[in-house]
């Protein structure tokens, strides 16, 4: 029922449930208040009842983060190239998309201090596949001190309508950032918070890389983000930080942001 329920939502409704239901924000029944009520609608007694029965359906959040205790070095190898990180590479027991062949297997490093994150299965997008039309998180992974990273995977037809699109298919990197922003930032997309771009080539695969700051965003403050395209999917690294986070952490994720491949 709930996977039916968010099916009819908006595009820009799904994306704010899926940000807010990641980070356990969302007001359960009984704690709405004024502030998010802009004109009075008038219901009948039955109407607002069903509605109150149906919202835990859709706004529970998702399992508790106690999916974190243990650190990512407890079960993941050293980084061939660097011993402090360890290497995390993406298969199909994973998730939902790499189990339906919708995302190829993808890579990246991480400090073994960091925690994974359990994905609720509404925004794992294991209701939909192989046949997504919205975006979804693949994994997430947070340090309380550092910050946190996580891969978005989209539907490449919501970027373009050609099969088998490579980036440089969709457009320029702004382009593309015009799209991919607000999975960015958790929220809006502003292009003037849009602070450097570059294009890195490994092997015959392109990714697009941007540094923004966002001062408004849900996701931290500061952001590095990483986009390529493979298959029917446009795939995105973000890591994210706080002010405070980014002091000490901004090489580390850095790395990690350089690190990811498909």
Same mark, same amino acid.
């Given at each position: 029922?709930?996977?039916?329920?968010?099916?009819?939502?908006?595009?820009?409704?799904?994306?704010?449930?899926?940000?807010?239901?990641?980070?356990?924000?969302?007001?359960?029944?009984?704690?709405?208040?004024?502030?998010?009520?802009?004109?009075?609608?008038?219901?009948?007694?039955? +109407?607002?009842?069903?509605?109150?029965?149906?919202?835990?359906?859709?706004?529970?959040?998702?399992?508790?983060? *106690?999916?974190?205790?243990? *650190?990512?070095?407890?079960?993941?190898?050293?980084?061939?190239?660097?011993?402090?990180?360890?290497?995390?590479?993406?298969?199909?027991?994973?998730?939902?998309?790499?189990?339906?062949?919708?995302?190829?297997?993808?890579?990246?490093?991480?400090?073994?201090?960091?925690?994974?994150?359990?994905?609720?299965?509404?925004?794992?997008?294991?209701?939909?596949?192989?046949?997504?039309? +919205?975006?979804?998180?693949?994994?997430?992974?947070?340090?309380?001190?550092?910050?946190?990273?996580?891969?978005?995977?989209?539907?490449?037809?919501?970027?373009?309508?050609?099969?088998?699109?490579?980036?440089?298919?969709?457009?320029?990197?702004?382009?593309?950032?015009?799209?991919?922003?607000?999975?960015?930032?958790?929220?809006?997309?502003?292009?003037? +918070?849009?602070? *450097?771009?570059?294009?890195?080539?490994?092997?015959?695969?392109?990714?697009?890389?941007?540094?923004?700051?966002?001062?408004?965003?849900?996701?931290?403050?500061?952001?590095?983000?990483?986009?390529?395209?493979?298959?029917?999917?446009?795939?995105?690294?973000?890591?994210?930080?706080?002010?405070?986070?980014?002091?000490?952490?901004?090489?580390?994720?850095?790395?990690?942001?350089?690190?990811?491949?498909?």
């Amino acid at each position: 029922m709930a996977a039916v329920l968010f099916t009819a939502l908006s595009s820009t409704s799904k994306f704010w449930l899926t940000q807010n239901l990641s980070s356990n924000q969302i007001p359960l029944c009984g704690k709405f208040s004024n502030k998010y009520v802009k004109h009075p609608i008038d219901v009948s007694r039955r +109407e607002f009842l069903k509605g109150v029965a149906l919202m835990p359906m859709v706004l529970s959040p998702p399992p508790s983060s *106690d999916a974190r205790e243990i *650190d990512v070095g407890a079960f993941l190898p050293p980084a061939p190239n660097d011993p402090s990180f360890v290497i995390f590479k993406a298969s199909s027991k994973d998730t939902p998309a790499l189990r339906a062949g919708n995302v190829q297997p993808y890579q990246f490093i991480i400090p073994p201090s960091w925690k994974q994150l359990r994905i609720a299965n509404i925004l794992s997008g294991n209701y939909c596949q192989p046949k997504c039309a +919205e975006p979804w998180i693949e994994v997430k992974f947070e340090d309380e001190k550092q910050g946190k990273v996580q891969v978005v995977a989209s539907p490449l037809i919501r970027l373009t309508n050609k099969p088998n699109a490579t980036i440089e298919d969709i457009g320029s990197p702004e382009k593309v950032i015009a799209s991919l922003g607000p999975f960015v930032t958790g929220n809006t997309f502003d292009p003037e +918070e849009l602070i *450097d771009t570059s294009v890195e080539k490994l092997g015959s695969q392109t990714y697009y890389k941007y540094v923004l700051e966002t001062p408004y965003a849900l996701t931290g403050t500061h952001n590095l983000a990483k986009a390529t395209a493979k298959g029917n999917t446009v795939v995105l690294f973000v890591a994210s930080a706080s002010d405070k986070q980014w002091q000490s952490s901004q090489k580390t994720l850095q790395a990690m942001l350089d690190s990811f491949q498909i």
